[in-house]
Nanobody
Framework: QLQAFGGGLVQAGGSLRLSCAASGLTFSRYAMGWFRQAPGKEREIVAAVSGRGGSTYYADSVKGRFTISRDNAKNTANLQMNSLKPEDTAVYYC???????????????????WGQGTQVTVSS
């Protein structure tokens, strides 16, 4: 089970930190991803991290602004979002998939477990 939280309303240029709490998983054996879905658009990958955190992936649109991390001791994955833009407005979802080693997963179809989503709204 995954639970995402930390969304909210922020002005452009501001920051938010999303967290995803996992339960019922051997967390370090699961690659984690953050996705987002804006109104009228398809869900898209934002960032992903391998099971032990050694590999990461970022969508071009968030490179240099967002940082994904994980704390396997606390069974949490985080997404630090800085320099937020209005186009970052979306519902953000965390997801998990069983994946050993350093592989990151970047497509929706790769992921087995999904959190409920948390709304991020960036005002201009």
């Amino acid at each position: 089970q995954l639970q995402a939280f930390g969304g909210g309303l922020v002005q452009a240029g501001g920051s938010l930190r999303l967290s995803c709490a996992a339960s019922g998983l051997t967390f370090s054996r699961y690659a984690m991803g953050w996705f987002r879905q804006a109104p009228g658009k398809e869900r898209e990958i934002v960032a992903a991290v391998s099971g032990r955190g050694g590999s990461t992936y970022y969508a071009d649109s968030v490179k240099g602004r967002f940082t994904i991390s994980r704390d396997n001791a606390k069974n949490t994955a985080n997404l630090q979002m800085n320099s937020l833009k209005p186009e970052d407005t979306a519902v953000y979802y965390c997801a998990a998939t069983f994946s050993l080693g350093i592989v990151v997963r970047t497509t929706i179809q790769d992921y087995t477990f999904w959190g409920q989503g948390t709304q991020v709204t960036v005002s201009s």
